[in-house]
């Protein structure tokens, strides 16, 4: 089970992701949504207020019973657990469907039983870490924009906030945190991330050829055993040269091209590999 950090950026967003793959089971699960929260723990400042923000969908036409029930009366039958302060309901109607969401000021002792809701249902909730008060970030929602599928949360802009998301796909999960640039800059120096870590160790040996894949058709068998935590360094005509981003060292195999990926071969960790 490979769980890994990287950061990106894209759109003018700054982001952090913990990847997780080959997630089977309740234990796997267990020790995924642990670094989540050690993750949420090293990012997010401890003068934050965490923000649960929760999101109820209708296709339109919306009835009467669903315009009275709107958002914190469907929550609340749900969810007993959901008895924090409130933020205003807010309201986003597309072509299709109609969005009624808002927030909820959680304790950071709960923050890993929300983490557990968000993972169940990954459409509903987001979390919001900031260090304005509720009024604030509701201010912020009442100008949340987006298209015919929904409201775009990611969108959401305050100087100093962190958004999370959860996407999931059968036994691959993927939290993306969206941090503001001061967050950003401060954890490039810590090495808190295995994609700046890898770079570190990278910066020496500037002479290899170092891409996140390489054009190189994959067999199938590669494909079925999930390979994204796998990051190419070298390639020849017979074998290429990879890299586990997702263990502390980034152990290294040589494999066989067009072969099953068990036939790999272990060359060492990645610095060792570099100073051959």
Not at 4 to 23: A, D, F, M, P, V
Not at 128 to 135: A, K, N, T
Not at 227 to 252: G, M, Q, R, Y
Not at 254 to 272: A, M, P, Q, T
Request: proline content about 2%.
């Amino acid at each position: 089970m490979p769980i890994w950090t990287s950061r990106l950026h894209e759109r003018k967003n700054n982001l952090i992701c913990l990847h997780g793959t080959r997630i089977f089971d309740n234990k796997d699960k267990e020790k995924y949504m642990g670094e989540a929260e050690r993750l949420i723990e090293n990012l997010v400042p401890s003068h934050y207020h965490c923000y649960f923000l929760c999101i109820v969908s209708y296709e339109s036409p919306i009835s009467r019973v669903q315009q009275y029930r709107k958002l914190w009366r469907v929550v609340q039958s749900e969810f007993e657990c959901m008895t924090g302060e409130k933020g205003r309901e807010h309201k986003f109607q597309s072509i299709n469907t109609c969005e009624f969401y808002g927030v909820m000021k959680i304790k950071q002792a709960d923050i890993k039983q929300f983490l557990y809701f968000l993972e169940e249902f990954p459409s509903q909730f987001r979390m919001i870490f900031s260090e304005h008060d509720i009024g604030k970030i509701d201010e912020v929602l009442s100008q949340v924009d987006g298209n015919e599928e929904g409201a775009d949360f990611s969108s959401i802009n305050l100087n100093q906030s962190v958004y999370i998301e959860l996407e999931s796909y059968e036994c691959d999960y993927e939290f993306t945190f969206y941090v503001n640039d001061e967050i950003n800059r401060s954890t490039k120096n810590s090495l808190i991330i295995d994609t700046d870590r890898f770079t570190e160790v990278l910066k020496t040996y500037c002479h290899l050829n170092i891409g996140a894949a390489l054009s190189m058709k994959l067999p199938r068998q590669w494909k079925e055993e999930s390979i994204d935590n796998w990051i190419f360094v070298e390639e020849t005509k017979k074998e290429v040269t990879v890299a586990n981003i997702a263990e502390h060292h980034f152990p290294c195999f040589k494999l066989r091209k067009f072969d099953d990926f068990s036939s790999g071969r272990y060359i060492g960790n990645l610095e060792e590999y570099l100073q051959n």
